[in-house]
């Protein structure tokens, strides 16, 4: 069974601390992972991908990657309140286009 | 401006009917998707399309129909098989191939209601 484990939460945090959010995953055959955040009632929009072991950084935002330990995270520094949202992260599973595994996603709260 | 526009984007259906949800796009995406979120849920991948006239099956495909005779358009039909149609559907797109292959653009989404 492939699958995308994510704590759902909720996550708070003060406003202008890092937010730390967590994803593991079960198939050592995913490729490239996804974090897409997503407002109540509104549909997803990506903040970014990674598909190399280590760090990616757009931004406030820091993708990590460890293949090894099967986890993905996105740390979301000097966090602001229009950052509260769901969290969700999805894997690409063999390459194969279509086959996003999502996660249930993770509802972060920044308190002002 | 590009995007995908989804339609209606809240719906009502009675129990025994059939409901067609429309997306359309103007990105020149090749692949097209039909995603479903249940209530503190991921989303879960019903049908997709890489190319005109064809689709494949997603991971809860049964009770649900689609079509893609044009490039720009992927309806979805919820049939009156599925037993539990209640649920807020994501209509995507991406390219085919290359590291943009899963970056997928979500239109805004559709609100089903069974009464």
């Known amino acids: 069974q492939k699958e995308v484990e994510q704590n759902s939460g909720p996550l708070s945090v003060p406003e202008g601390a890092i937010a730390s959010l967590n994803c593991t995953y079960s198939?050592?055959?995913?490729?490239?992972f996804f974090w897409y955040r997503q407002y109540s009632g509104k549909s997803p929009e990506l903040i970014m991908f990674i598909y190399s072991n280590g760090d990616k950084e757009d931004g406030r935002f820091t993708a990590q990657l460890n293949k090894a330990s099967q986890y993905v995270s996105l740390l979301i520094r000097d966090s602001q309140p229009s950052d509260s949202a769901t969290y969700l992260c999805a894997g690409n599973y063999g390459g194969s286009q279509g086959n996003l595994i999502f996660g249930k996603g993770t509802k972060l709260s920044v308190k002002p | 401006d590009g995007g995908i526009t989804q339609s209606p984007k809240y719906l009502f259906r009675k129990e025994g009917q059939n409901v067609t949800l429309s997306c359309e796009q103007n990105l020149n995406h090749d692949a097209m998707y039909w995603y479903r979120q249940d209530p503190g849920q991921g989303l879960r991948l019903i049908y997709y399309s890489q190319i005109v006239n064809d689709f494949q099956k997603g991971d809860i495909a049964e009770g649900y129909s689609v079509s893609r005779e044009k490039k720009e358009s992927f309806p979805l039909t919820v049939t009156s098989a599925q037993k539990n149609p209640t649920a807020f559907y994501l209509c995507?797109?991406?390219?085919?191939?290359?590291?943009?292959?899963?970056?997928?653009?979500f239109g805004a989404g559709s609100r089903l209601t069974v009464l």
């Open positions: 198939d050592r055959g995913s490729q490239s």
């Open positions: 995507a797109s991406s390219i085919v191939g290359g590291s943009g292959a899963n970056v997928l653009t």
